[in-house]
């Protein structure tokens, strides 16, 4: 649930709640809300359970889209092409991992990018022309 807090920002959280509540209320505050997020958990593992219960087997035809879509948002957009067109066959990216280090340390220009002519140096006071790939 707090996988996204860090400690700096929960140390902040601590102190900002020390010094709000002031050091008499902060443990009955403290043991309110794990009460209340355990209160809620327990809400939260009934009502599945009770799913679970009432539809049986139709209840897993329900999460697994759910699942696919959760393991969707962890993919890189390499492992999602490599997983989806490429059919788990990722020699193309391993080319071109060592087209760029034959090309020195990563930056040289491979694929459909090296075709992309070199801009020519403006004259003085001339604008640059409209380019619909910048953003």
């Known amino acids: 649930m707090f996988g996204n ?3 700096g920002e929960f140390m902040v959280l601590l102190v900002a709640a020390l010094v709000i509540l002031g050091p008499e209320r902060l443990p009955g505050a403290v043991t309110w809300v794990t009460k209340s997020l355990r209160q809620v958990r327990d809400y939260a593992s009934g009502a599945t359970a009770q799913l679970k219960d009432e539809l ?3 209840f897993e035809d329900l999460r697994k ?3 696919d879509l959760q393991q969707l948002r962890g993919m890189t957009p390499r492992t999602v092409i490599t997983k989806h067109l490429l059919d788990g ?3 193309l990216f391993k080319d071109l991992d ?3 280090s034959i090309n020195g340390n990563g930056s040289g220009a ?3 990018a090296a075709t992309r002519p070199e801009p ?3 004259e003085s006071g001339e604008r640059p022309p409209f ?3 910048a953003t």
């Open 89 to 91: 066959d990722d020699s």
């Open 131 to 133: 380019d619909a790939d």
């Open 5 to 7: 807090i860090g400690w």
């Open 65 to 67: 889209p759910l699942s």
């Open 98 to 100: 060592v087209t760029k």
């Open 120 to 122: 020519k140096p403006l």
């Open 110 to 112: 491979t694929g459909l």
């Open 56 to 58: 049986g087997p139709e």
